[in-house]
């Protein structure tokens, strides 16, 4: 059985994820590939009543990172690595680069706990488990902002100041240097029609990879 991809999806708050992720799905199923749609935090029972405390109570910030990591521990096991050893593609609305921006980046956690983090949650024999792809929809604040007031209620991280949102942008930017190639910066900004056939570009060397 070959093993399935793995593709996260990561951004800004307001960035577009949703959209792209919807087309990317569908992409998926016109091309008859097995896959699961799931997003973190979240994805499990247990990650989903997480994802609630972690979006509506406040807490220490170690605390946050440390019940970012335990809910991608379950997603894991129960979840993401199961569907890819059974040839399954898995997409996830946000992972570990989104703890990387937020956590490190917004909120200032040390990186060593991070990384110490990152390595038990994601360790294998042969090295940290990653996405085989990660599509970073990149968009400046302002245009976030925007899309993100919208009229609906915002979780706690959307009702961050302007300059958290700056940190974070540029610890995605920091992380998608430093990946080898794996998070692909897309410009979000641009219509959906160029978007896609961007999408569609790199999509189609990750599936004849
Ligand atoms: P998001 O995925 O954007 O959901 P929605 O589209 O429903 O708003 O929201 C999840 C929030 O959680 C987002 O603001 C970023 C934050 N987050 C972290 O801070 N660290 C993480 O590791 C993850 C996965 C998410």
């Known amino acids: 059985m070959t093993r399935g991809k793995f593709i996260s999806l990561e951004g800004l708050d307001g960035a577009g994820k ?3 992720l919807a087309w990317l ?3 998926l199923k016109q091309r008859g590939i097995d896959h699961v749609v799931s997003r973190e ?10 994802r609630n405390l972690l979006l509506n109570e406040e807490m220490n ?15 894991l096991a129960k979840v993401i690595e199961p569907a890819l050893v ?11 680069d989104a703890t990387y921006g937020y956590q490190v980046g917004g ?22 488990l990653q996405p085989d792809l990660t599509l970073l929809f990149d968009v400046p604040l302002e245009v976030s902002r925007a899309r993100m007031a919208n009229g609906r209620d915002l979780d706690r991280f959307e009702r961050e100041q302007d300059a958290f949102f700056v940190r974070v942008r ?26 896609q056939d961007e999408l569609a570009q790199i999509f189609a060397k990750l599936e004849h990879a």
């Open 25 to 27: 799905t569908a992409l």
């Open 86 to 96: 059974a040839g399954q593609w898995v997409v996830c609305d946000r992972f570990t």
């Open 18 to 20: 949703s959209t792209h």
């Open 107 to 128: 909120r200032g956690l040390d990186l060593d706990k991070f990384n110490t983090l990152e390595q038990w949650v994601q360790g294998r024999a042969d090295g940290v």
């Open 41 to 50: 935090p979240g994805g499990t029972p247990l990650g989903e009543k997480l």
């Open 170 to 195: 540029n610890a995605y930017h920091d992380r998608a240097a430093a990946s080898g190639g794996r998070i692909k910066v897309i410009d979000a900004t641009r219509t959906l029609d160029v978007i």
């Open 61 to 75: 910030l170690e605390t946050e990172a440390l019940l970012m990591f335990a809910t991608r521990r379950e997603h």
